[in-house]
């Protein structure tokens, strides 16, 4: 890579908006620092700092030292003009997205389904299950689950991703070379050699600073096609987060919970005030998101299933025919069973009732 795309963002008074709004003038980083300074003044005006910094090249052996100390630990560092930068943070609102991204990892970070899950560091047992049973049941169409590899809800979403082979995205708040909470090392790891990543906007050696998490919170959110608040307090990052997402046009939902449990207030709070909308479960996830899925078509699978095991064996005689000729008429059924017509008017009413089979206009059967 280039050292000049990363020297453009060490420039004091040079923020993301503003690199983006003068690449959008000048898109070649590397022949802005060949420019004289009266072709700099055309662009900076006034800004005198910014022209010395491009004119002396003054952060070009920190951003050298930056390449190199990112290839000692395999890192790789993306500059939102680069493919492999996750697009999403490139789209409209989404202009204090960072320019320059550090990713530890080979994920791919423009997948078609990205779904963030936040939620509170102090989840109870029933926050971490249920962000649990949501990841498992979208372990089948292979989303990109994002979160923060904080304590609690993010570390259940990423456990429930590496365990369910999906690819996960860790998004720190700190320097790669590191890894908060501690105990959280194993699995970062296990993100990584499963195909996920782990990334951060801050180059190696940040040290950890409160004020960078809520900065943090912005990259998930705008990493996210769908952010999934599944157990939050009053107050919080996991709030924080949504109200980002919102803001960059991205849906929100929100798990309910119990309406004397603190810790789902928040996310009651989303639902009651419209800026979260409730589901239960994944297939309301990619109903309201109107994502093709397979979660519904595999829960009424496994609920066929285990009623065929229930069933009798003239209620299965039927059902046989049925998955042979797809449409049948009674006097079809007559005609090819061995059972008297009153008999198979009552196993029909049956097989209604139990959701096996439904009839439709003229007395035509099928399974459900």
Not at 34 to 49: C, D, N, T, V, Y
Not at 335 to 349: E, F, T, V, W
């Amino acid at each position: 890579m280039s050292p000049y795309p990363i020297s453009l963002t060490l420039i004091p008074g040079l923020g993301s908006k503003s690199i983006r709004q003068l690449l959008d003038i000048s898109p070649d980083v590397d022949a802005l620092f060949a420019m004289s300074r009266p072709q700099l003044k055309e662009i900076f005006g006034k800004h005198e700092g910014v022209i010395d910094a491009i004119a002396n090249k003054t952060t070009l052996p920190q951003a050298e030292k930056f390449i190199a100390e990112a290839a000692k630990y395999h890192i790789d560092i993306l500059f939102f003009t680069d493919p492999a930068y996750p697009q999403r943070l490139n789209t409209a609102g989404c202009e204090d997205s960072p320019v320059l991204l550090y990713r530890l990892g080979q994920c791919d970070l423009n997948m078609q389904h990205h779904v963030a899950l936040v939620g509170s560091r102090k989840a109870t047992d029933y926050g971490r299950t249920t962000t649990t049973h949501l990841v498992e049941e979208m372990s089948a169409d292979k989303p990109l689950i994002v979160s923060g590899l904080a304590y609690g809800i993010d570390t259940a979403a990423h456990t429930a991703a590496v365990d369910n082979a999906l690819p996960t995205v860790a998004v720190l708040g700190h320097g790669l070379d590191i890894i908060y909470p501690i105990q959280n090392r194993g699995l970062a790891k296990r993100i990584v050699e499963q195909g996920g990543a782990l990334i951060t906007e801050y180059p190696l050696h940040t040290e950890i600073k409160p004020t960078n998490f809520p900065a943090r919170n912005r990259i998930i959110a705008a990493l996210a096609d769908a952010t999934v608040v599944v157990e939050a307090a009053e107050r919080g990052g996991a709030l924080i987060t949504a109200n980002i997402a919102s803001s960059y046009n991205r849906e929100v939902f929100a798990v309910p919970g119990r309406l004397d449990d603190t810790t789902s207030e928040g996310c009651n709070n989303l639902i009651v005030n419209n800026k979260a909308i409730m589901i239960r479960n994944a297939g309301d996830l990619y109903f309201q998101m109107g994502w093709k899925n397979t979660f519904d078509k595999r829960r009424r699978k496994e609920q066929q299933q285990s009623l065929f095991a229930t069933l009798s064996p003239n209620e299965q005689a039927i059902v046989d025919l049925l998955t042979l000729n797809n449409e049948m008429t009674m006097d079809e059924i007559d005609r090819q069973s061995d059972l008297p017509l009153p008999k198979i008017a009552s196993i029909m009413l049956e097989l209604e009732l139990k959701k096996v089979i439904r009839c439709l206009p003229g007395r035509i059967y099928k399974l459900s």
